[in-house]
Structures are given as C-alpha cells and as structure tokens.
C-alpha cells in the first residue's frame, strides 16, 4: 500500500482538483466571456478571405502587386508584395492554431472539422477557379492542410497523455 497507494491518492488528488476548476469555470469546462468561440473558429480562414476578397475585386496582379520596397545595406533592393503578407500573416495564425490545438475539449475537436472544411474549400476553389491558381494561394492552402493534421495528431497525443496522467 506504501508504494501504489500514495501515488493512486495523489493521482485523486489531482483529478479531484482538475474537476473543482472545471466546475468554477463552467459547467462545459469552457471559460465564460466568448472563449469558446476563440477556440472553434478556425483562424487559418481569415487570411483565405482576404485573399478571396483581393484576387476577385483586383485580380492576381492585385496579390503580387508590391506594397513597398526597402533598399538593403549591401545595396538591393528588398520588395515586399501583398501576398508576402498574407503569407505572414498566414504563419501567424498557423502558429495560434498549433497552441490551441493542445486541448482536446469539444470546441477543439470542433475547431478540426472546421478547418478541415476550410482546407477543402481552399482545395476546390485553388483547382477550378484561375484567380486562386497562384503560388501564395497554394502556400496559404498548404497551410490550412498543416493546420488540420497537426490540429489532429496535436489533440490525439495530448489525449493520450491526459490518458496515461489518469491511469
């Protein structure tokens, strides 16, 4: 009893202290002021929408058009375009949705299927429409199909550690 049941009643310990901060968070374990909603909307969306909305008001010449341009020290010239930025800007959301992917609540396994939906819209829409056939729109895609799996194997393995703490 000395050596399994100290670390069985530290285990309860823990699980019992895990359950009391659920229940003061919520009764869906889920913090109150909207951070669900954080949680389930696929963020990799949002740089896909600004794309959709410059390569159809201003076409594909309006995604590599050149926003501004920096002389550099050895003496060229650096050019950063719209679709540079987005790229970044793609980056940056997939880098939140990696950290978000830690969990394994509902919200985050609904925040998978969304960006699943998202990867495969982003797929149809880069092979049947020619204003998405463009190398940053095939980046941002590549990226929402990153965010996906790993948001995927990310949950599973966090799972299969929470599995593991409770055993």
Not at 44 to 65: D, N, T
Request: proline share 1%.
């Amino acid at each position: 009893m000395a050596n399994g049941g100290d670390q069985g009643f530290f285990l309860g310990m823990m699980a019992s202290r895990r359950a009391r901060e659920r229940r003061a968070a919520g009764e869906d374990g889920q913090q109150r002021g909207g951070g669900a909603l954080f949680n389930i909307f696929p963020l990799m969306i949002i740089p896909v929408i600004i794309y959709s909305i410059v390569a159809l008001i201003g076409g594909q010449e309006a995604v590599s058009s050149v926003l501004f341009s920096l002389t550099m020290v050895s003496g060229e010239e650096w050019q950063l375009s719209l679709g540079d930025i987005l790229v970044i800007l793609g980056l940056i959301f997939l880098f939140i949705e990696t950290v978000k992917a830690a969990g394994s609540g509902t919200a985050t396994i609904m925040n998978h299927g969304l960006s699943m939906l998202v990867f495969v819209v982003c797929l149809a829409l880069f092979l049947l429409v020619g204003s998405y056939a463009t190398s940053v729109f095939f980046i941002l895609m590549s990226m929402t199909l990153i965010d996906t799996l790993a948001g995927f194997i990310i949950t599973i393995v966090a799972a299969r550690r929470d599995l593991a703490v409770a055993e």
